[in-house]
């Protein structure tokens, strides 16, 4: 089987995630991929090949335009590839973003006391600097299928990770 890990960096999700599959990732930052993991340079280059499986995760929330990305793992994607997207579901005015934003504006405030003077104003803490979109399970499969896909599974689970507990959801759909 072929998988491509579409905004994966160097392809480190995918490494070993099926026995003996191909690898492969597209990432625009070109870094080097781990060994044993190929580099699609372009979208001309993912299109040549046919995968069984791309994977883009934890990519939708970073990107200005999500849909754009959506179409192009269909556009990438042969009859028979499974397209699985992968995002956090987080409230911009969630509590725990609310309380991670307030550690790391005293850490700024410790550090850099004049870039923290600088950003203090009403709003602080819903400055959005990292994900600038957010999703749910609707949302989600609204993108698969407004971008040409079928919807073939959809769900949510918890994960527990550096920065405390979240939820994540997921889509997995393939062309109509």
């Known amino acids: 089987p072929r998988i491509l890990d579409f905004g994966g960096d160097r392809g480190q999700l995918i490494e070993g ?3 003996n599959a191909e690898g492969y ?11 044993g993991i190929q580099r699609c340079r372009d979208l001309e280059e993912c299109r040549s090949r046919e995968f069984d499986l791309i994977v883009c995760s934890n990519v939708l929330e970073h990107v200005g335009f ?65 994900h600038i979109n957010y999703f749910n399970t609707e949302s989600l499969q609204a993108m698969m299928t407004g971008s040409g896909g079928r919807v073939t599974g959809a769900g949510v689970y918890e994960i527990d990770g550096p920065m405390g507990k979240g939820t994540m959801g997921w889509c997995l759909g393939k062309l109509t």
């Open 66 to 130: 999500p849909r754009s990305i959506v179409d192009q793992n269909l556009q990438i994607a042969a009859p028979r590839t499974q397209v699985f997207i992968e995002v956090p579901f987080e409230s911009p005015f969630g509590a725990t973003l609310v309380v991670r934003r307030l550690v790391q504006f005293g850490l700024l405030a410790i550090l850099r006391p004049a870039i923290a003077w600088s950003l203090a104003r009403p709003g602080l803490l819903y400055v959005m600097h990292e």
């Open 17 to 19: 995630l099926v026995p």
């Open 25 to 35: 990732t597209y990432d625009i930052s070109a870094v080097d991929p781990l060994p």
